[in-house]
């Protein structure tokens, strides 16, 4: 089981994986924050990845759309990465109970 935020992820971490895909069994948990997913029009503020600070404005809807719209593709070509390999990839936001996410996907699972 892989538990990340997949920041980073690259070609080479694809190679790696289907290596990987061939000795063992392979689930993707993708941890992440729902302001990833769409940010609140609050107008500017600061924003920071720990190492860099930057000012952004949210009021500006096509900021707005142009952000969920680069995370929805981040999202979707890392599922199709686990998909081509037979993996599950499972999507847990930070407001979410992982347990509760969890158990839903694997009843869902063992229904089909």
Do not use: C
Not at 45 to 52: E, L, P, Q
Not at 75 to 104: C, K, M, Y
Request: charged share 30%; hydrophobic share 40%.
């Amino acid at each position: 089981m892989i538990i990340s935020d997949f920041r980073g992820w690259d070609e080479a971490a694809v190679k790696h994986l289907h290596l990987l895909a061939r000795h063992t069994e392979i689930a993707a948990i993708n941890v992440f924050d729902p302001l990833e997913r769409a940010l609140p029009a609050i107008g500017r503020t600061a924003v920071s990845n720990g190492y860099r600070r930057q000012d952004i404005d949210t009021s500006d809807t096509g900021f707005r759309t142009r952000h969920a719209a680069s995370h929805e593709a981040e999202q979707n070509a890392l599922s199709q990465s686990f998909r081509r390999l037979g993996a599950p990839f499972i999507q847990i936001a930070t407001d979410e109970p992982a347990f509760d996410v969890l158990a839903r996907y694997y009843r869902r699972r063992k229904r089909s």
